[in-house]
């Protein structure tokens, strides 16, 4: 098995389960450099994992033997980065979202698809292994027609967590709540039940968070397969909640909260996948979760590749929950009901 060489841009708060990852990963992916433009992140992250820093983006891209960028610096960064790695032939894992705005997004996908590069999401929740018992179940028939979906995500940020610059604001981070943390349940919930056709919603900014986006979104979601359902996202919901999915079909109902499941099907089986006590993120810490489905994605990444194949959540298929987010948006602020863009 080729072990690939990996460069990683951007050394801030998500780093840590990509970096763990890597080490679990050694055998396979070889991570040769290390960058941020800020010296105490470099100082910072030296400390806490075994991998070499560098100094420069230009260092990273002009290196021919670095075959792929793993990219996590701010939103409003990616499309910039990545035209470069496309540039220069390397494969690019990013972080999520891709971009600020789904047309800098869709330039990035493209960019990526005439190199002829491979482009993969950070999305991770889909590698929970509930969720893929779940769509394991769904398309097995298990739960037959699905009628109702509905997507409830509770958590809580601290006021503190917004007043870091740039953080929950369109320029830097693209929007609030539906971008920068409901996304990856959302995405999960896609992959699930499959495309969203139209929605209609209420957005707010509570009294609880001083920000520029949204904190708070309520809507109600028809989807293509004729199924209805609600999606409710937050970060005021003090101390912080497991994200539940609740699917609703002709020969079973399923509940998947946070990382745990239970199937209640028609015939008097139930099916349970017993939630991850390790599992966090929900509250003041959003990092407290273990790095496994982290790890998964990225080795999901290489194999594809080393398949010629697109990954799990290509940039593609992660437009999507992108287009999803603009008709919620779209939709609460115009006080209609707005089909989702395919």
Do not use: C, W
């Given at each position: 098995m080729k072990r690939h060489r990996l460069a990683i841009v951007g050394l801030g708060m998500a780093v840590t389960p990509h970096a763990k990852s890597l080490i679990d990963l050694a055998e396979r992916v070889e991570v040769v450099a290390a960058f941020t433009p800020s010296a105490k992140r470099r100082s910072e992250f030296a400390a806490r994992f075994p991998f070499p820093l560098c100094e420069s983006l230009d260092a990273v891209m002009s290196d021919r033997t670095i075959d792929a960028?793993?990219?996590?610096?701010?939103?409003?960064?990616h499309l910039e980065?990545?035209?470069?790695?496309?540039?220069?032939?390397?494969?690019?894992?990013?972080?999520?979202?891709?971009?600020?705005?789904?047309?800098?997004?869709?330039?990035?996908?493209?960019t990526c698809e005439r190199a002829g590069v491979t482009l993969g999401i950070v999305l991770q929740h889909r590698f929970r292994p509930a969720g893929l018992k779940l769509r394991e179940l769904i398309a097995a028939g298990e739960?037959?027609?699905?009628?109702e979906c509905s997507t409830t995500i509770r958590l809580w940020r601290p006021q503190a967590y917004?007043?870091?610059?740039?953080?929950g604001t369109r320029a830097r981070d693209g929007g609030g709540v539906l971008m920068s943390q409901g996304i990856h349940t959302l995405d999960l919930m896609?992959?699930?039940v499959g495309p969203v056709r139209e929605v209609s919603s209420f957005a707010t900014t509570t009294g609880v968070h001083r920000m520029e986006t949204e904190d708070l979104v309520c809507a109600a979601a028809k989807f293509a397969n004729g199924a209805i359902g609600t999606i409710m996202a937050t970060t005021a919901s003090?101390?912080?909640?497991?994200e539940r999915i609740e699917i609703t079909g002709d020969k079973a109902t399923a509940l998947m909260a946070g990382t745990g499941l239970e199937v209640a099907h028609h015939d008097g089986r139930v099916t349970r996948f017993e939630p991850d006590p390790s599992a966090g993120g929900t509250g003041a810490d959003p990092m407290a979760f273990p790095h496994d489905w982290h790890r998964a994605v990225i080795a999901d990444f290489f194999d594809a590749v080393e398949q010629g194949r697109a990954p799990a959540i290509s940039g593609r298929?992660?437009?999507?929950?992108?287009?999803?987010?603009?008709?919620?948006?779209e939709a609460a602020e115009s006080g209609h009901r707005t089909v989702v863009k395919a």
């Open positions: 960028v793993m990219i996590l610096t701010p939103p409003n960064t980065i990545v035209r470069q790695a496309a540039a220069a032939g390397k494969h690019v894992l990013l972080e999520k979202p891709l971009e600020i705005t789904t047309a800098r997004a869709v330039e990035m996908v493209e739960l037959g027609t699905l009628a917004y007043d870091v610059p740039g953080r896609l992959s699930l003090y101390p912080g909640f497991p298929e992660a437009l999507k929950v992108h287009r999803l987010i603009d008709a919620l948006l």
